[in-house]
């Protein structure tokens, strides 16, 4: 037999990580980030349903606040889930870094592909998600959805004391710059060495795999994929819902 007669080898499978166990200090007092609600429905559950929304992703990994494992998981029992995807919630760690980690270690050894996505970005649209495991599809160790900056930015030497003026360093040009959003998308394993490997603080996991010398590609992002952290943000979130709602006429 040939090799042209062989049969393609199926896609790899694509599982993703949401780490949720952050308290969300900038929204203010309260329930987890992850939790408060946006149009009655809290921010996880729309970040749970913007994954599965994929039909690439069959698992989602929900890693929750280290003693709220069971809370998560009641919280994800009570909502309409697509029926073809599989959920499952892990407790988390001290750091962002951590509780990523521990949703890599209980992933399948077929999932091949892993999304991770922050649980704040409830809005992010499907085509987003879809461009993201493509590109890893492509061969890419790492993908990250961003967009162009519409502002003008400074670097600018740190003032002392908080609210001081800060001196001026130097006008990075914007048409090399990007807003990073998620969720990102990497080959497990360059992902699972890179969690190895990098011990120290991180903002995203794409720049873990950068340090290990790693291709990392940017695809388009998407405006309605931004990141809750500040109570307009909520209010902007409302807004999109809303007008979600209005164009699906529902």
Request: charged share 25%; glycine share 6%; no cysteine.
């Amino acid at each position: 037999m040939s090799d042209d007669s062989l049969p393609a080898p199926p896609p790899a499978r694509t599982a993703a990580v949401i780490p949720a166990a952050g308290r969300g200090v900038r929204l203010g007092p309260g329930a987890p980030k992850a939790l408060r609600t946006l149009n009655g429905t809290p921010m996880l559950i729309h970040a749970v349903r913007a994954l599965a929304a994929s039909r690439a992703v069959s698992l989602v990994v929900v890693v929750a606040p280290p003693d709220g494992a069971a809370e998560v998981k009641s919280l994800l029992d009570a909502h309409a889930l697509p029926e073809r995807t599989d959920f499952v919630v892990v407790p988390g760690g001290e750091t962002r870094q951590e509780s990523v980690r521990l949703g890599l270690e209980a992933l399948p050894p077929e999932y091949r592909i892993v999304l991770v996505h922050d649980a704040a970005r409830p809005l992010v649209p499907v085509d987003t998600v879809d461009a993201v495991i493509e590109a890893v599809r492509e061969g890419a160790p790492a993908v990250v959805p961003a967009l162009p900056l519409a502002d003008t930015v400074k670097e600018v030497e740190p003032a002392g004391t908080p609210g001081d003026p800060e001196p001026v360093l130097s006008t990075p040009s914007r048409a090399r710059l990007r807003a990073v959003q998620t969720p990102q998308g990497f080959d497990r394993e360059a992902l699972v060495r890179a969690h190895a490997s990098v011990t120290g603080e991180v903002t995203d996991d794409a720049s873990m795999v950068e340090q290990l010398g790693e291709r990392v590609v940017v695809v388009p992002g998407h405006e309605e994929a931004f990141k809750v952290t500040r109570p307009l943000d909520l209010v902007l979130a409302e807004a999109v819902l809303a007008r979600r709602r209005l164009n699906d006429g529902f």
